[in-house]
T-cell receptor, first 112, second 114 residues
Framework: DAKTTQPPSMDCAEGRAANLPCNHS???????VYWYRQIHSQGPQYIIH???NNETNEMASLIITEDRKSSTLILPHATLRDTAVYYC?????????????FGTGTRLTIIP | KAGVTQTPRYLIKTRGQQVTLSCSPI?????VSWYQQTPGQGLQFLFE???????NKGNFPGRFSGRQFSNSRSEMNVSTLELGDSALYLC?????????????FGPGTRLTVL
């Protein structure tokens, strides 16, 4: 799986959009971009994933650049409960190895 | 649909003992993966089961073992516990087919070894 690079920490004001960047310059054509988040001492929570088109669900939007070398997770109206560590992962589904590799992620703090 | 459930949520053991952790995947999911998470090492893959067969294994000693039952529920066992086994143990399930390969995590079992 390709390596990802994320800023170690970010702050965002409550009610504003939180934009979390991720670089994945070595991504392969069949690899998806996945985002998870982990609130302290809980299991990681799946947020969203995409291949090359932008995706949106009830939690967030995922914007993938045309060259697929980077992406941005957008939480449109951040709340205090969005404070967590956010992980960006790239992986090819069903490649035979189901191991997920989490990097150090971005610690997002929502400020009241 | 109910999410992934893990029992127990918290466990305290002493060195040398053994422990069994349980995971019930999301209904219909056939793949269960286990991970160990510690502050120093981050999230590390233990093993993955699909249709009662271990398909992949991480780099952990033989003291760590697991199994999966016909209803896709899974257990992992750690024998001869060491202090370094203190960690959050996470279970994740997925459909494991082209229609759905996303892994969904349970809340974890916090194991403390004294």
């Amino acid at each position: 799986d390709a390596k990802t690079t994320q800023p170690p920490s970010m702050d965002c004001a409550e009610g504003r959009a939180a934009n979390l960047p991720c670089n994945h310059s070595t991504i392969s054509g069949n690899e998806y971009v996945y985002w998870y988040r982990q609130i302290h001492s809980q299991g990681p929570q799946y947020i969203i994933h995409g291949l090359k088109n932008n995706e949106t669900n009830e939690m967030a939007s995922l914007i993938i650049t045309e060259d697929r070398k980077s992406s941005t997770l957008i939480l449109p109206h951040a709340t205090l409960r969005d404070t967590a560590v956010y992980y960006c992962i790239v992986r090819a589904p069903l490649r035979g190895n189901e191991k997920l590799t989490f990097g150090t992620g971005t610690r997002l703090t929502i400020i009241p | 649909k109910a999410g992934v459930t893990q029992t127990p949520r918290y466990l305290i053991k002493t060195r040398g003992q053994q422990v069994t952790l349980s995971c019930s995947p999301i209904s219909g999911h056939r793949s269960v993966s286990w991970y160990q998470q510690t502050p120093g090492q981050g999230l590390q893959f233990l093993f993955e089961y699909f249709s009662e067969t271990q398909r992949n294994k991480g780099n952990f000693p033989g003291r760590f073992s697991g199994r999966q039952f016909s209803n896709s529920r899974s257990e992992m066992n750690v024998s001869t516990l060491e202090l370094g086994d203190s960690a959050l143990y996470l279970c994740a399930s997925s459909l494991r087919d082209p229609a759905g390969d996303t892994q969904y995590f349970g809340p974890g079992t916090r194991l403390t070894v004294l």
